[in-house]
Structures are given as structure tokens and as C-alpha cells.
């Protein structure tokens, strides 16, 4: 058994078994938050291929004020050093970790990873909706189809992580 295992208190035969075929709620939830996680990916990717000049445009909707190019080559998607599509993408990968960590039980067994990833989520989901209901409008006064999708998918990874993060928290509270 690993040592991440033993930390989390799961042999490899039981996660695996409780990863694929668990179909409780919480496990629906954290399939959920794969799915979400990966529709994430596959908008945000799209931005990283034209923020790192692998394309020059990406198709907009015929409506106006969608301009992708503008949102996601602007100032403020740049102004970390860097462009902020490629960290995104990690934010939904981790996501991804966190939903494959432990067994169906984990609130229970392990309650700091539901925790995190409720944290982590509504973070996220926190700066999706600065970026859609501020940033969009106000700043770059333009729209991206590609991250509202993209905020969507965070909204839907909070809903999704937090009854099992509030879950955890009440039986943390219960053994302090």
C-alpha cells in the first residue's frame, strides 16, 4: 500500500473498487466535478492556443460584443508574468486530483480532502464570478463564449464539492 494510501486509510484494492463503482451521491458529485473539470479544459484550452500564438483567432458567436481575441489577449490576461489561460487549466486539473483522492467514505475517513477541494472550488468560483460579472463587462467590455463556459464549469465544481465539504466539517466539528 502506499504511503498516500495509508495517510488517507484506503488499500489500493478498496479505492479503486470505490473510485469506479461507488454509486452514492458523493461519488455521482465527484464524477460530476471530472466531467465539469475537463469541459473546463477543453474551453480554457482553446484560449491557451491563442494566448500562446498556436492560433490567431477562435470563432465567436455571431452576437455582438463577444470578442475573444480582445478579452484574452488583453492587459489584464497577461498581467501576471504570464498568460492566464495555461493556470487556469491547472486550477481544473487539480480539481480533477482532489475528486479522484479517497474513497467513497472520505468525509469521514478523510475529511480534510473534501475541505480542500469545497475551498478550493469556491475560490475558484469566487474568481469566475469577479472575472464574468466585473472584468467581462466593465474592463475589457467585451465577452468570451470560451469563459463564460469556463466559469460556468467553476460554479458547477463548487455546487458540486460542497455538501461533502460541509459533510466533512461536521464531523470534524464532532470529534474537537
Request: hydrophobic share 45%; with cysteine.
Amino acid at each position: 500500500m502506499s504511503l498516500v494510501n495509508r495517510l488517507l486509510g484506503y488499500s489500493t484494492d478498496e479505492l479503486r473498487h470505490d473510485i469506479r463503482r461507488d454509486a452514492g451521491a458523493a461519488a455521482r458529485r465527484r464524477r460530476g466535478v471530472v466531467v465539469a473539470s475537463l469541459l473546463g479544459i477543453a474551453a480554457i484550452g482553446a484560449t491557451t492556443l491563442l494566448q500562446m500564438g498556436l492560433v490567431r483567432r477562435l470563432p465567436d458567436p455571431p452576437v455582438r460584443g463577444f470578442k475573444t481575441k480582445h478579452v484574452n489577449l488583453s492587459d489584464e490576461a497577461f498581467s501576471y508574468g504570464r498568460p492566464d489561460s495555461p493556470v487556469v487549466v491547472f486550477a481544473h486539473a487539480f480539481n480533477m486530483v482532489l475528486a479522484a483522492t479517497g474513497g467513497c467514505d472520505r468525509a469521514r475517513r478523510a475529511p480534510l480532502v473534501p475541505l480542500l477541494a469545497g475551498t478550493i472550488a469556491g475560490a475558484q468560483a469566487a474568481m469566475a464570478a469577479k472575472y464574468l460579472f466585473h472584468d467581462m463587462p466593465y474592463v475589457d467590455e467585451a465577452w468570451c463564449p470560451y469563459c463564460i463556459t469556463d466559469a460556468l464549469t467553476h460554479f458547477t465544481t463548487f455546487g458540486l464539492t460542497l455538501p461533502e465539504a460541509i459533510e466533512a466539517s461536521r464531523i470534524l466539528r464532532g470529534r474537537f
